[in-house]
């Protein structure tokens, strides 16, 4: 149904440009041809682009002698399909841009998104005036530009994917692919099979050294406990330098050799920390995502790691793929990672679930293989482990964690990647 005010605007709009005498005209579009074209374009009209076309067609003809035939109408009756769908891309185009650039939070005063249209397009607004964004025809299959511009003017900021043949999360404006880590309960801790473990390790003489000082300092990571831990979305591998560059345009990196590498911070942590949209993982969101189901060394069992299990630089999809645990997620152990708990040296009366040990001091890191890479003969193996946990002190990287989107909050999409 035509709102009366639609009807009006458009007939006037017709009217007037009529009276110009610069264009020619057919008939009207009839019923069945808007039902025909909404149906081919996966659109609706507006209420006034409706009544104008119900009042007069206007018609593209050649052009005079001398001019440029610039084709300004759409060929709404007869044209060729792919035609008129490459002029109704021009508008999401236009968004696209649009979003890339800032240009809605630019304007004074800003424009916002105001919620869906039932055609599926979407309405941003300002100070009372409201902008129709048409949805893309098929969201899985628009390129990736389109699709996610769409989706950010709606409000949504994840996209549910296929990466690596598993489920991933993708944070759209950044692009930042996190995993599903699921909740339930997990031993935390360094436990007794565990240490048995690594003096199998020594007696083997595949240690480097003698690991007095290891033993000595396994109260660090003791009592073992039952830990209840509620599902929760974390980074599929340790920020990179350029996903770091998406919050700190002017981020440099000295220890990376390229924009794909893990992002390391030093001061300019706290001001990724203010900036990020998300939250840090508590240690023991961190092991049960380490962990991912096992209660080994590490994940892929109670043998040595190896340096060529560190993961540092994320260029490689199928190298990435490879190192991935169960849950997912790679490089766990390679780099220090910074957890949202103080460090107390014993887990002595913590929490049994998955809630961070807040109070004054440094926090926990977890990890740092990769840190001391190449190594050097340390055993520096023994940072890889689950279980293993640190003092923070100089540098460190973030692996970033995040709630489950909602059903409101999130859009599904097909592609593997």
């Not at 050649?62 to 109704?88: H, I």
């Not at 809605?104 to 055609?119: D, H, K, M």
């Not at 935390?188 to 300092?217: H, Q, Y």
Request: proline share 8%.
């Amino acid at each position: 149904m035509i709102s009366n005010e639609g009807t009006h605007l458009g007939a006037e709009a017709a009217r007037r440009l009529a009276e110009t005498g610069l264009y020619e005209f057919e008939p009207g579009l009839t019923e069945a041809e808007f039902t025909r074209i909404e149906r081919e374009y996966g659109f609706e009209f507006a209420d006034d682009h409706r009544a104008f076309l119900a009042a007069c067609l206007p018609v593209n003809v050649p052009p005079a002698e001398g001019q440029t035939w610039s084709r300004p109408w759409p060929e709404w009756r007869g044209g060729d399909l792919d035609s008129v769908r490459r002029q109704l891309d021009w508008s999401v185009e236009g968004v696209v841009l649009d979003v890339e650039h800032s240009f809605w939070a630019r304007l004074s005063p800003p424009w916002f998104p105001v919620g869906p249209r039932s055609s599926g397009a979407v309405v941003v607004q300002s100070c009372g005036v409201q902008e129709v964004i048409p949805r893309p025809r098929s969201l899985p299959d628009s390129p990736s530009s389109v699709r996610d511009a769409w989706l950010l003017a709606s409000g949504t900021m994840w996209a549910q994917e296929i990466v690596a043949d598993r489920p991933a999360w993708r944070h759209i404006p950044s692009g930042v692919v996190f995993r599903a880590v699921p909740g339930g309960t997990f031993r935390m801790g360094l436990s007794d099979a565990e240490l048995d473990a690594v003096r199998a390790i020594e007696r083997a003489d595949a240690a480097d050294d003698n690991l007095e000082a290891f033993f000595a300092g396994a109260v660090r990571a003791r009592p073992v406990r039952e830990v209840w831990v509620e599902p929760f979305l974390i980074a599929r591998h340790p920020l990179t330098v350029a996903q770091a560059r998406h919050w700190l345009p002017e981020y440099e990196d000295s220890f990376a050799d390229s924009d794909s590498n893990t992002a390391r911070f030093e001061d300019g942590l706290d001001d990724l920390l203010e900036a990020l949209p998300f939250r840090l993982p508590s240690e023991a969101e961190w092991e049960h995502a380490a962990r991912a189901g096992t209660t080994t060394l590490t994940f892929r069992g109670d043998d040595r790691p190896d340096e060529d299990q560190v993961l540092d630089d994320f260029a490689d999809e199928e190298r990435i793929a490879a190192a991935e645990n169960a849950f997912g997620l790679a490089a766990m152990g390679s780099a220090n990672e910074i957890c949202a708990d103080v460090w107390i040296p014993h887990f002595t009366a913590a929490p049994v679930d998955a809630r961070p040990r807040t109070g004054d001091g440094p926090r926990v890191v977890r990890g740092g293989g990769g840190d001391l890479s190449p190594w050097q003969g340390c055993d520096e193996w023994l940072l890889l482990l689950s279980a293993t946990r640190s003092e923070f002190e100089m540098f460190t990287a973030v692996r970033p964690v995040a709630p489950v989107p909602t059903s409101q909050e999130h859009a599904e999409h097909g592609g593997n990647r």
